[in-house]
């Protein structure tokens, strides 16, 4: 790669620690204020803590402001944290809302060209220039992953194709066509289109893809290596929220070990979940973020629900913004079963270290005669499928052994026909949870 394209704001990207801590001190500080001035409903946790702007100096004072979580955005929808008058607002993006009321979001125009920016430095990290063509089937629409993909494309100068997601064969047909060069969306898809490919009876070679990025959803290093080898490209990660404007918070760089975060527009904390005491670099824990540059919906000590490690340790890519690791699922996404702890993402690892299965799995719990059931669907390849007997239940023992080392309990194996796991082209579900523990 040619060094002059490794960054998008070397200035920023490659700034020294106290520059940097210099530039959040004082983003904080108007930030502060900025809600302050706007928000009633930031004003009112900040008096319940008997805190005014004056108190907060910079950084070290963060952990003296209130928490907001996803509960608080929920109460003040849809107008309650708005920061700027409507009139400069252009664009609103919102969560699915599955789970209760939607989130909306607010941007200004100042708010996309941040964004953008972070999604731009996303891109080049993974080797864009504006000689590529860069895929997004990520959807488009009130979810953030296209928007989000697509601008930052534009900023870097790629030949954009806003594709949104769905229509797989002609997402294939389209990358032969165009010579699509790097491809944005969940993971899910993008193992699905390295199955259509290979369906259509199509290799690698004959695409064009060099890389991808890919977030949205909790994904292991197990299926980054089986999406890279059914594509042949090298795959990136990509976080972010709704809530922060969407993906490009974090980004993945060559050394493909945990995203920097975009520190010069969110600051970072890992909190205990239980407690909130903030803890030290290096833990396991929530992690909270607090956006010092966002004009129409800042949010201050954000609560994701996100589970993982932040680290300064040094990065060969010559970035000095702080790295978080893959999140390992969220707090609230964890299954409790049988009495333990079981995030999706211990299984996936499990069955992508195995040769005779696919990345399509799902877990099903239930509660019967007050005991948890616990199974785990799993895909069989098309091999193994028209193999014997003998065999698949010899592969079902091994992988039920491998689940009970790992994790503690038995869980039930059922292998199932190939393709008979629906193919995700957003989020990928891999829950069914019949309990009514509510
Ligand atoms: O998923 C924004 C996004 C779009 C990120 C495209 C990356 C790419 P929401 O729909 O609001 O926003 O969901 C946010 O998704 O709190 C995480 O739990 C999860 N998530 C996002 N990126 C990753 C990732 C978008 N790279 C929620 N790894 C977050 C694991 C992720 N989980």
């Given at each position: 790669?040619?060094?002059?394209?490794?960054?998008?704001?070397?200035?920023?990207?490659?700034?020294?620690?106290?520059d940097m801590k210099k530039l959040q001190d004082e983003r904080l500080v108007a930030q502060v204020k900025h809600v302050?001035?706007?928000?009633?409903?930031?004003?009112?946790?900040?008096?319940?803590?008997?805190?005014?702007?004056?108190?907060?100096?910079?950084?070290?004072?963060?952990?003296?402001?209130?928490?907001?979580?996803?509960?608080?955005?929920?109460?003040?929808?849809?107008?309650?944290?708005?920061?700027?008058?409507?009139?400069?607002?252009?664009?609103?993006?919102?969560?699915?809302?599955?789970?209760?009321?939607?989130?909306?979001?607010?941007?200004?125009?100042?708010?996309?060209?941040?964004?953008?920016?972070?999604?731009?430095?996303?891109?080049?990290?993974?080797?864009?220039?504006?000689?590529?063509?860069?895929?997004?089937?990520?959807?488009?629409?009130?979810?953030?992953?296209?928007?989000?993909?697509?601008?930052?494309?534009?900023?870097?100068?790629?030949?954009?194709?806003?594709?949104s997601s769905g229509n797989t064969e002609r997402q294939i047909q389209f990358m032969q066509d165009l010579g699509s060069?790097?491809?944005?969306?969940?993971?899910?898809?993008?193992?699905?289109?390295?199955?259509?490919?290979?369906?259509?009876?199509?290799?690698?070679?004959?695409?064009?893809?060099?890389?991808?990025?890919?977030?949205?959803?909790?994904?292991?290093?197990?299926?980054?290596?089986?999406?890279?080898?059914?594509?042949?490209?090298?795959?990136?990660?990509?976080?972010?929220?709704?809530?922060?404007?969407?993906?490009?918070?974090?980004?993945?760089?060559?050394?493909?070990?945990?995203?920097?975060?975009?520190?010069?527009?969110?600051?970072?904390?890992?909190?205990?979940?239980?407690?909130?005491?903030?803890?030290?670099?290096?833990?396991?824990?929530?992690?909270?973020?607090?956006?010092?540059?966002?004009?129409?919906?800042?949010?201050?000590?954000?609560?994701?629900?996100?589970?993982?490690?932040?680290?300064?340790?040094?990065?060969s890519c010559g970035r000095t913004l702080i790295k978080m690791t893959k999140p390992m699922g969220r707090s609230d996404?964890?299954?409790?079963?049988?009495?333990?702890?079981?995030?999706?993402?211990?299984?996936?690892?499990?069955?992508?270290?195995?040769?005779?299965?696919?990345?399509?799995?799902?877990?099903?719990?239930?509660?019967?005669?007050?005991?948890?059931?616990?199974?785990?669907?799993?895909?069989?390849?098309?091999?193994?499928?028209?193999?014997?007997?003998?065999?698949?239940?010899?592969?079902?023992?091994?992988?039920?052994?491998?689940?009970?080392?790992?994790?503690?309990?038995?869980?039930?194996?059922?292998?199932?026909?190939?393709?008979?796991?629906?193919?995700?082209?957003?989020?990928?579900?891999?829950?069914?949870?019949?309990?009514?523990?509510?």
């Amino acid at each position: 790669m040619n060094i002059e394209n490794r960054y998008w704001q070397k200035d920023i990207e490659c700034m020294s620690r106290e520059d940097m801590k210099k530039l959040q001190d004082e983003r904080l500080v108007a930030q502060v204020k900025h809600v302050w001035d706007n928000v009633p409903y930031y004003r009112n946790l900040m008096e319940e803590k008997g805190l005014t702007p004056d108190d907060i100096k910079g950084t070290d004072d963060l952990h003296k402001l209130p928490f907001l979580s996803k509960a608080d955005l929920r109460e003040a929808y849809p107008y309650g944290l708005l920061a700027k008058p409507l009139s400069e607002c252009v664009r609103i993006h919102s969560t699915s809302g599955t789970t209760g009321k939607r989130v909306v979001a607010f941007y200004t125009q100042n708010d996309i060209d941040v964004w953008d920016n972070c999604c731009a430095r996303a891109i080049t990290a993974a080797g864009g220039t504006k000689e590529d063509v860069c895929h997004v089937a990520y959807g488009f629409g009130l979810f953030t992953g296209g928007a989000g993909l697509n601008g930052g494309s534009h900023k870097v100068g790629c030949l954009t194709l806003p594709m949104s997601s769905g229509n797989t064969e002609r997402q294939i047909q389209f990358m032969q066509d165009l010579g699509s060069t790097i491809l944005c969306c969940t993971p899910s898809y993008a193992a699905y289109l390295g199955e259509t490919l290979h369906e259509m009876g199509l290799t690698p070679d004959d695409i064009n893809l060099k890389a991808g990025i890919f977030g949205a959803e909790p994904w292991t290093e197990e299926m980054r290596s089986e999406i890279e080898r059914m594509l042949g490209i090298k795959a990136y990660d990509i976080y972010g929220l709704t809530e922060t404007s969407g993906p490009g918070v974090a980004f993945e760089c060559s050394e493909q070990s945990g995203m920097h975060i975009n520190e010069d527009n969110f600051i970072a904390e890992i909190i205990d979940p239980d407690t909130g005491e903030v803890l030290p670099e290096g833990s396991k824990g929530e992690l909270v973020f607090t956006s010092i540059t966002k004009e129409a919906f800042p949010l201050i000590r954000y609560r994701t629900r996100d589970i993982c490690v932040l680290s300064r340790e040094k990065c060969s890519c010559g970035r000095t913004l702080i790295k978080m690791t893959k999140p390992m699922g969220r707090s609230d996404d964890m299954l409790i079963i049988k009495g333990v702890n079981v995030f999706p993402s211990q299984i996936e690892s499990v069955l992508l270290k195995m040769s005779d299965t696919t990345p399509n799995y799902l877990i099903v719990v239930d509660r019967v005669n007050n005991k948890d059931t616990f199974e785990i669907q799993v895909e069989l390849s098309k091999t193994m499928f028209s193999d014997t007997i003998k065999s698949v239940s010899d592969l079902e023992k091994k992988i039920g052994a491998e689940i009970h080392n790992i994790l503690g309990i038995t869980a039930k194996i059922k292998l199932v026909e190939p393709k008979s796991i629906a193919r995700s082209e957003g989020k990928a579900v891999r829950v069914i949870d019949n309990r009514k523990l509510v």
